[in-house]
């Protein structure tokens, strides 16, 4: 509903411009008539050399004269709707204000001043054009020097033009009232006109206002209420992993530890009464203990980063260098002096959460600009060492990032150390097993 | 990119093929002027120098055809001019008529003419009479050149001085020897008591303000210069001529049949009716010739001359050859030379004038002239003034006639109606 009031609105706006253009068309074309039928008039009654006497210029011959307050009010429509596309740029736009100007007064003159009203069609298009603060002047200035140009009271210009009442003084007094009045009219109906479509022309840039203002309302309250849900859908996310994390807990920890509790209650029992049965029955329970492990594992595998999950290690970590890098503009360099094969997942994923949390502290702490990674192998364990060219850490004192890694390294029987030098450097070690793979035992112990 | 390249073509050919038919097309200059004298004298052919003139020019300028309207009458040249302009089919070079000067000079109808002669190496405006020049100027800009001019002279009744045994007066006479000569010529020759010879005819406050050194307007046509010593001698002399004749108004025929001694008489009429058609049939009763106008006390024996001008449309088509077209008629001292045979005119050139071969041409052309010495009439072109041309200057000097005129009569005192007949001109003037 409100869309159809204003394209109402604007249409009427339209209307009254149309009407604005082809009246002072119809007015000029009746000017433009009347000043060459007096002078053909002038010419055949004899009376050019009277004529003359009384005006300060010899005006253009007739049909020249016409054709030219014809043409150039012809040129000066073309020049408006030009001015009222939307698509102008700004340079364009002056352009063809400037031209819109001087075809303007062009036309004036060759009407000889007698109708100033064009000077309000050129005036109706700045102000349609009227963009704001930066315009303001401009179009100050620039109506300024029409009023004055049209002035028919400014000497400088009444000079050069043959006035209106030269032409009208060629016929009778009574028909020369007729015409004085019939061009005042004519003015003052053109005022009347312009003065309508300015009431228009703000109106319809207040409802424009007013429209925007109400858009800008509405976008905040859906911005508003994106965040809420955004922070609800965050809530529900959370909730349900932890659902799902209880849930395997439950099913694979609770199930693999309860079948081992109630496997060791029997064992406490037959242990005395009979030793091999008991044994037997641990050597079950280790069953379960193994299998709950392996459910373990599967679930955890569920819980690894992305890439890790597709990509293999290396790629994975090369691939988050090269992102980190590229996202802060921070120097990273990867020199891999050699790679253990067939790394167990969970290794993998602490390899890889020491790359990452590393090269974030390097460039969230340390501000450096440029970061080192190197990783190798020695018999029987891995090393890494980041080394960065920041600002170090000032108490070396494990911060959550660096507990988060010895904690990680820990529970593979890893060590972390670092130190300042020339920056901040890191060194992370992770035993291995002979084959490049970890003693089974003790991986099985750690997960 | 396509579109606009075609486009540019289309353009660059367009361009080409009007510049191509602008600059191959014929060139036709039109000139207009009036039949008949300028100087409002029986004249033969009006058109013959003219056509001299647009021969010479189109032998200089080949593929340049010259067209002239003939047949308009002086009385309706300046309506029909008018009526040119306003059609905007105006000729290119045309006599611009002294009361119109003013008016299309303001109205920027007149090309101006220093932008061509101030690059024409070829022209020199010191060659021109000064005041004749300057008649063609309009706020000190010059808007048209004279092509001739003629001087007013005095006419002399030789027959009737020798009959009173008075020695015709020299060039350098005064209004003293003037009135000495009037009152002894002022008589009744048959008896009959009324005076029936007289000293002067036609000598209007005009010529005498003239001769004593009396300029009629400011500059700028607002003020009047009436009311001084000078004018009270003029009006003082008018009275005394009134005086002489007794309250007789002196008649042309008067003067038609040689009862009048003097009469101011320009040199185109002196020209016309001095040979042999014009002497039988108007002035045959008695031997004349002209000499200068008497000086005033305060001014010297100068003359009125009435300079014929021509100028250019400013919006001709063709300036530059309708600036050349103007030389040839105005500046070329061989068409100069025709206005010695070919009309009633005085060249406005002064060496055309002074040169030798000229006093020969002018005895050639005007039987009977043999006592008119070039020479002399020369230096009354130079000792010249012209008449005012501002809008209104015609009507206030009407006006002023009419004034002066009763003053003349009723004998008042001059200062005190002076200074009145110059407060009603000046209220007219400043209107």
Known sequence: ?447 | MKRGFALYVVFLLLFTVALSWYLTKPKVLYVGLFAGSNWDVPEGDSYAMLEAAIERFEKEHPGVKVKYVSGIRKDDYSEWLAEQFLKGTEPDVFVVPGADFDLYAASGALYPLARSASVDASFDASVYYKSALDYGKWQGQSYALPVGAVPTLMFVNKSLLAREGIAIPANNWTWHDFMQICRAVTRDTDGDGRIDQFGVYDYTWRIAALTNGIKFFSADGRTANLADKKMEEVLRFMQEIHEVNQGQEVQAKDFDMGKVAFRPFTFAEYRTYKPYPWRIKKYSSFEWDCIKLPAGPSGRNSSLIQPMLMGISARSHEQRLAWELLKTICYDPAVQELMLTKTQGLPARRDVVESPQAQALFNEATPGSEEMNLKTVSEVMDDSITPSKFARCLEALHLADNKLQHIIREKDSLSSALSQVQKEINAYLQQ
């Open chain 1, 1 to 447: 509903m409100d869309a159809a009031v204003k394209s109402e609105g604007k249409s009427r706006l339209l209307r009254t411009h149309g009407l604005l253009v082809w009246y002072n068309g119809l007015v000029v074309l009746l000017m433009a008539g009347f000043m060459s039928i007096t002078q053909e008039k002038i010419i055949s009654a004899m009376a050019a050399r009277s004529f003359l006497a009384t005006i300060p210029i010899v005006p253009l011959p007739t049909a020249k004269g016409f054709s030219l307050a014809v043409g150039s009010y012809v040129l000066l429509m073309l020049l408006g709707s030009l001015c009222r596309r939307r698509n102008l740029s700004n340079k364009n736009l002056y352009f063809v204000i400037m031209a819109e100007i001087v075809t303007c007064l062009i036309l004036m003159h060759s009407l000889n001043l007698g109708y100033d009203g064009v000077v309000l069609v050129v005036v109706a298009d700045l102000m349609f054009r009227y963009q704001g603060k930066n315009q303001g002047w401009l179009l100050l200035v620039t109506m300024l020097g029409l009023y004055f140009m049209a002035s028919y009271n400014l000497a400088l210009f009444q000079s050069h033009v043959a006035p209106f009442d030269a032409y009208a003084a060629y016929y009778r007094s009574d028909v020369q009232a007729v015409l004085w009045a019939i061009k005042n009219g004519l003015s003052s109906l053109n005022i009347i006109i312009f003065v309508f479509y300015m009431v228009l022309l703000v109106q319809d840039k207040h409802d424009e206002k007013e429209r925007i203002a109400s858009l800008n309302k509405q976008l905040g309250e859906a911005n508003d209420r994106l965040r809420a849900y955004a922070l609800e859908a965050e809530h529900t996310a959370e909730t349900r992993e932890r659902n799902r994390l209880a849930r395997e807990i439950h099913d694979t920890l609770g199930h693999a530890l309860s079948g081992i509790a109630t496997g060791l209650d029997a064992c406490i029992v037959l242990v005395d009464a009979a030793p091999e049965a008991a044994k037997a029955q641990l050597a079950k329970i280790r069953e379960t203990a193994r299998r709950g492990i392996v459910d373990v594992r599967r679930s955890v595998k569920k819980l690894r980063p992305d890439d890790l999950e597709k990509l293999p290690l290396r790629q994975a970590v090369e691939k988050l260098i090269f992102e980190y890098s590229a996202s802060s503009g921070m120097q990273t360099k990867l020199v891999v002096l050699g790679w253990p094969k067939d790394l167990r997942p969970d290794v993998e994923d602490v390899i890889y959460r020491i790359v990452q949390e590393g090269i974030t502290n390097a460039n969230r702490h340390g501000q450096a600009t440029e970061v080192v990674i190197t990783i190798g192998t020695e018999p029987g364990r891995l090393y890494i060492i980041m080394a960065d060219n920041g600002k170090g850490c000032a108490e070396l004192k494990d911060g959550f990032g660096l507990r988060h890694m010895r904690e990680r390294l820990e529970l593979l029987h890893g060590r972390l150390r670092y130190w300042n030098d020339k920056g901040f450097t890191l060194e992370a070690v992770i035993p291995l097993g002979k084959a490049g793979e970890q003693v089974e035992k003790q991986g099985d112990e750690h997960i």
